[in-house]
């Protein structure tokens, strides 16, 4: 570990997470990744591919929450206000 890293650490006084907290919490991330998941154990993926492909993975689910809600809203406007279908769709969009 380089001493700059360590004497940030300290200097801030924010506990330092370890080099092993840090390669088990990559190999999480990577287990929730579809993109990665699938790949097997042995294959060899660098912290920093895991990281953008959370990064992406993230975009995508923003996008498809975004597109869920629209469809949502789309539908809300074809169907009574006062419906109980309206109500759920509502309850959806809060």
């Known amino acids: 570990m380089s001493s700059r890293r360590t004497s940030r650490q300290q200097s801030s006084g924010v ?3 370890s080099d092993d907290q840090i390669i088990q919490l990559v190999s999480k991330l990577r287990q929730l990744l579809p993109e990665l998941r ?3 154990r042995s294959d060899k993926v660098s ?3 895991v990281l953008q492909e959370t990064c ?4 995508s689910l923003h996008r498809e929450v975004e597109d869920l809600s629209d ?3 789309e539908l809300l ?3 009574d206000a006062d ?3 309206a109500a759920i769709i509502r309850s959806l969009l809060i």
């Open 15 to 17: 506990p330092r997470i």
């Open 38 to 40: 699938h790949s097997r």
């Open 47 to 49: 912290a920093s591919k």
């Open 56 to 59: 992406n993975y993230i975009r």
């Open 71 to 73: 469809r949502l809203s």
């Open 77 to 79: 406007s074809t169907i």
């Open 83 to 85: 419906s109980p279908e």
